[in-house]
């Protein structure tokens, strides 16, 4: 098992999470968190958020539900979230599951 590793930058008006580990269950609160006070961080800076996910060695259904949620949150505050780095077997899970058109990457 991989722990869940968040590592954050602020770079030209965008602030940045790279996500390594594991996404699970067991994980999804340390990155609901997290994100969400970015989002609150950007909606005072008037910044964009990036998840970048290419480190991700695993991710479950619980993982792909804190994402949309972020996501729902983020576009409720009008607050421009992407994701970026998607891993081609996550890539093909949000295809599957129809969640590409839903999550913006």
Same mark, same amino acid.
């Given at each position: 098992?991989?722990? @869940?590793?968040?590592?954050?930058?602020?770079? *030209?008006?965008?602030?940045? #999470?790279? /996500?390594? %580990?594991?996404?699970? &269950?067991?994980?999804?609160?340390?990155?609901?968190?997290?994100?969400?006070? @970015?989002?609150?961080?950007?909606?005072?800076? *008037?910044?964009?958020?990036? #998840?970048? /996910?290419? %480190?991700?060695?695993? &991710?479950?259904?619980?993982?792909?539900?804190?994402?949309?949620?972020?996501?729902?949150?983020?576009?409720?505050?009008?607050?421009?979230?992407?994701?970026?780095?998607?891993?081609?077997?996550?890539?093909?899970?949000?295809?599957?599951?129809?969640?590409?058109?839903?999550?913006?990457?």
């Amino acid at each position: 098992m991989d722990p @869940l590793h968040l590592t954050t930058s602020r770079h *030209n008006g965008t602030l940045t #999470v790279t /996500v390594a %580990g594991e996404l699970d &269950i067991a994980t999804i609160e340390q990155l609901r968190s997290h994100l969400l006070q @970015l989002l609150q961080e950007a909606r005072h800076g *008037n910044v964009a958020v990036v #998840v970048e /996910v290419s %480190g991700l060695s695993f &991710i479950d259904a619980a993982g792909l539900g804190v994402l949309v949620s972020v996501q729902d949150h983020a576009a409720r505050g009008r607050i421009p979230l992407r994701i970026a780095g998607v891993p081609p077997a996550m890539l093909r899970l949000l295809r599957i599951t129809g969640l590409d058109a839903h999550l913006t990457t």
